[in-house]
T-cell receptor, first 112, second 111 residues
Framework: AQSVAQPEDQVNVAEGNPLTVKCTYS??????LFWYVQYPNRGLQFLLK??????LVKGSYGFEAEFNKSQTSFHLKKPSALVSDSALYFC??????????FGKGTKLSVIP | EAQVTQNPRYLITVTGKKLTVTCSQN?????MSWYRQDPGLGLRQIYY???????DKGDVPEGYKVSRKEKRNFPLILESPSPNQTSLYFC??????????FGDGTRLSIL
């Protein structure tokens, strides 16, 4: 069975500093990996995905993620955090079917 | 504009009173899914549908029903709601390996 771990319930970062939200996964076969963001009272919005190719994936709003096969990780990063980046972030994995397995989410707070 | 529309967005009801949450999409996606989101548990899949008349259980199907009579609609039915079904519910759609599209959610409170 596939699984996703987001080891931090909350990440606090000062505005302008780099941010990292961690994700590790477990799956049989080649993984398809996703990051989604959820703002209050909204559904999840797609940020970026890794299917194959370059290990560094660029997505929406200046976010990027690095796929590391040996460490089974897919950490979300941004060079300079904005207050508007404060939200709930979900990592998800899919292997061979439509079904996504989500992590429990990480609340990102960017402090002005 | 690609849309996944859920109704209602908010509902407070009582134990045992049947309710239906509707989900409609305008993207002709074959795959549709229902999730519930609870604090500290992330999103858990309730039911999914690979296409019309094809549905299957997710991780937490107990107490829920679904149907997929037409491609665009995938209603979630709670025949006899209980307080432990108080949650935030999301419908999502997908085609191929593209990302899933989510509705804005339905917050259910069952007293």
């Amino acid at each position: 069975a596939q699984s996703v771990a987001q080891p931090e319930d909350q990440v606090n970062v000062a505005e302008g500093n780099p941010l990292t939200v961690k994700c590790t996964y477990s799956v049989s076969g080649n993984p398809y990996l996703f990051w989604y963001v959820q703002y209050p009272n909204r559904g999840l919005q797609f940020l970026l995905k890794y299917i194959t190719g370059d290990n560094l994936v660029k997505g929406s709003y200046g976010f990027e993620a690095e796929f590391n096969k040996s460490q089974t990780s897919f950490h979300l990063k941004k060079p300079s955090a904005l207050v508007s980046d404060s939200a709930l972030y979900f990592c998800a994995v899919k292997a061979g079917s439509y079904q996504l397995t989500f992590g429990k989410g990480t609340k990102l707070s960017v402090i002005p | 504009e690609a849309q996944v529309t859920q109704n209602p967005r908010y509902l407070i009801t009582v134990t045992g009173k049947k309710l239906t949450v509707t989900c409609s999409q305008n993207m002709n996606h074959e795959y549709m899914s229902w999730y519930r989101q609870d604090p500290g548990l992330g999103l858990r899949q309730i039911y999914y549908s690979m296409n019309v008349e094809v549905t299957d259980k997710g991780d937490v199907p107990e107490g829920y029903k679904v149907s997929r009579k037409e491609k665009r609609n995938f209603p979630l039915i709670l025949e006899s709601p209980s307080p432990n079904q108080t949650s935030l519910y999301f419908c999502a759609t997908q085609t191929g390996n593209q990302p899933q599209h989510f509705g804005d959610g339905t917050r259910l409170s069952i007293l």
